[in-house]
């Protein structure tokens, strides 16, 4: 006789196993969601430059001239490591009268289209008298003299805290000229002598440019 008769053998009955239908709808609708969030990131207006970035101010830190005239000519090099720094002026310029101090200014205009005459008077924004370069009221060329050597050659380097290579003082895109004279620093007692220095003539003149 078995142990259980085959009328009450139950027959165990467990749920089915097939997936249910909520699983593959919420699927869609976190794809779709996905989906839409990234839409809505593409298109949103973005600045292109995040907002907490400061970009640096480019600055000139060096600027040359190449002085061309009839007989005279050289470079100059002005270099100023910040804006607030001073300028050093180096150069040589050769063919100049021998043994004697020539004129040395920067001119408010770059234009050489009729030669250093079109360069226009010296750079003077502060509206003031001419001067020395160390004298407090100057115009903001004035940069004195030059001198030549028995050979005529001029070599310098010297620096200055008026001119600049950056902001609203900046020479760069001015002319450089040399006179044939020598620049009398305002001291001379007549009219000119405020102007210009009674320099005389303009013996070469460049446009000062930035350099690498
Ligand atoms: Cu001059
Ligand atoms: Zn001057």
């Known amino acids: 006789m078995p142990p259980y008769p085959p009328e009450k053998t139950q027959i165990m009955d467990f749920p ?3 997936p249910s239908s909520r699983q593959p709808r919420l699927a ?12 809505i990131w593409l298109i949103l207006p973005r600045s292109p430059i995040p907002q ?9 830190s060096k600027a040359v001239a190449v002085l061309i005239g009839e007989t005279v000519s050289g470079t100059v090099t002005f270099i100023q490591p910040v804006p607030t720094a001073p300028v050093t002026v180096s150069g040589e310029v050769k063919n ?8 040395f200014h920067i001119h408010a205009s770059g234009d050489l289209s009729n030669g250093c005459t079109s360069a226009g008077p010296h750079f003077n924004p502060f509206d003031r008298t001419h001067g020395a ?16 050597d028995s050979q005529g050659v001029a070599s310098f380097s010297f620096e200055d805290k008026m001119i600049s290579l950056n902001g609203p003082l900046s020479i760069v ?18 009219d000119e002598s405020v102007k210009t220095g009674n320099a005389g003539a303009r013996a ?9």
């Open 16 to 18: 089915s196993i097939r």
């Open 28 to 39: 869609i609708i976190a794809s779709f969601t996905l989906i839409a969030v990234f839409v």
């Open 52 to 60: 907490d970035e400061v970009l640096p101010i480019p600055i000139a």
């Open 96 to 103: 100049l009268k021998t043994s004697a101090k020539h004129g």
């Open 133 to 148: 370069p160390t004298d407090f009221y100057r115009h903001v060329g004035d940069l004195g003299n030059i001198e030549a």
């Open 173 to 190: 895109g001015r002319a450089l000229v040399v006179h044939a004279g020598t620049d009398d620093l305002g001291r001379g007692g007549d």
């Open 204 to 212: 070469a003149c460049a446009v000062i440019g930035l350099a690498p």
